[in-house]
């Protein structure tokens, strides 16, 4: 049986906003539950579950929520600062834009996706620009999606509309 537990964060993540620290905690929790196999990771106010899915659920597959649009339409980062960034999206704007509101697979996917993000987020703490990577997380996500996950048709997308587990509004 899971209990509520306080989770401490090292301070060298002081600087970051809660967003960045909760994919932080997120990853302890996992790793500190070996018998957690399957996790979703999900927005309660912009997501319905419409069936016992974790039976369900593919170990081979990441499925993500998605927008209507494309990556040159995200408004939340125009001009980003961060270099790895700025090229992933001038070389993919016309990819479907990816939504962290939803993510669920098999444990060793969503720790894969959770660790590259920590080793992100450590990078631009060292290089001073982590205020920077606040600012663009939902490309960050889909920068790590895309570049690490989106082969051998690992990733299901199109989760928007209504999907045999999910909906999202």
Same mark, same amino acid.
């Given at each position: 049986?899971?209990?509520?537990?306080?989770?401490?964060?090292?301070?060298?993540?002081?600087?970051?906003?809660?967003?960045?620290?909760?994919?932080?905690?997120?990853?302890?929790?996992?790793?500190?539950?070996?018998?957690?196999?399957?996790?979703? @990771?999900? +927005?309660?106010?912009?997501?319905?579950?419409? $069936? /016992?899915? &974790?039976?369900?659920? #593919?170990?081979?597959?990441?499925?993500?929520?998605?927008?209507?649009?494309?990556?040159?339409?995200?408004?939340?980062?125009?001009?980003?600062?961060?270099?790895?960034?700025?090229?992933?999206?001038?070389?993919?704007?016309?990819?479907?834009?990816?939504?962290?509101?939803?993510?669920?697979?098999?444990?060793?996917?969503?720790?894969?996706?959770?660790?590259?993000?920590?080793? @992100?987020? +450590?990078?631009?703490?060292?290089?001073?620009? $982590? /205020?920077? &990577?606040?600012?663009? #997380?939902?490309?960050?996500?889909?920068?790590?999606?895309?570049?690490?996950?989106?082969?051998?048709?690992?990733?299901?997308?199109?989760?928007?509309?209504?999907?045999?587990?999910?909906?999202?509004?």
């Amino acid at each position: 049986m899971l209990h509520i537990k306080q989770q401490v964060i090292d301070s060298n993540y002081g600087v970051l906003g809660m967003y960045l620290k909760r994919w932080i905690m997120m990853y302890e929790f996992i790793m500190e539950h070996p018998e957690i196999e399957k996790v979703a @990771l999900m +927005d309660i106010d912009e997501t319905e579950v419409l $069936q /016992n899915f &974790f039976k369900l659920i #593919e170990d081979d597959k990441l499925y993500v929520g998605d927008e209507l649009f494309d990556l040159s339409k995200n408004n939340v980062a125009k001009d980003p600062n961060l270099d790895f960034i700025k090229e992933f999206l001038m070389d993919n704007e016309r990819l479907q834009l990816l939504n962290p509101g939803l993510i669920a697979g098999s444990r060793r996917m969503i720790l894969g996706i959770l660790s590259i993000y920590i080793f @992100l987020v +450590d990078r631009t703490i060292a290089d001073g620009t $982590q /205020n920077q &990577f606040e600012n663009y #997380e939902m490309n960050i996500f889909n920068y790590i999606i895309y570049k690490y996950f989106d082969e051998s048709n690992r990733l299901k997308r199109n989760v928007k509309q209504h999907d045999e587990l999910f909906s999202m509004s």
